[in-house]
Nanobody, 124 residues
Framework: QVQLVESGGGLVQAGGSLRLSCAAS????????MGWFRQALGKERKFVAAINWNGDSTYYTDSVKGRFTISRDNAKNTVYLQMNSLKPEDTAVYYC?????????????????WGQGTQVTVSS
């Protein structure tokens, strides 16, 4: 069982930056693939980024490539999402997700554990 807690969301102007954190409980965090997803109001949850168990492989949806960076610190049981050059269309609730396999997928249904989400609002 893994519990995930996101933090770092907030209100930022277009062009600004935020760093989201997802703290995980449990002693086997290093064996989990992690993902970030987002859900805008009235829309379905969509893939943003993912990282494999040791951080060597990262994946991004096209709309955030070059602006967002996913990383992890296994010693701190935490995964991060650094978001730069934010746009109003990035506004959403951001969720982190985990599954006890080494390599991630972009499919939300594949993940077993989810955080409660953190709101990111980008004003124009």
């Amino acid at each position: 069982q893994v519990q995930l807690v996101e933090s770092g969301g907030g209100l930022v102007q277009a062009g600004g930056s935020l760093r989201l954190s997802c703290a995980a409980s449990g002693r086997t965090f290093s064996s989990y693939a992690m993902g970030w997803f987002r859900q805008a109001l009235g829309k379905e949850r969509k893939f943003v980024a993912a990282i494999n168990w040791n951080g060597d492989s990262t994946y991004y949806t096209d709309s955030v490539k070059g602006r967002f960076t996913i990383s992890r610190d296994n010693a701190k049981n935490t995964v991060y999402l650094q978001m730069n050059s934010l746009k109003p269309e990035d506004t959403a609730v951001y969720y982190c997700a985990a599954r006890n396999l080494l390599e991630p997928r972009a499919d939300a249904a594949w993940y077993d554990y989810w955080g409660q989400g953190t709101q990111v609002t980008v004003s124009s």
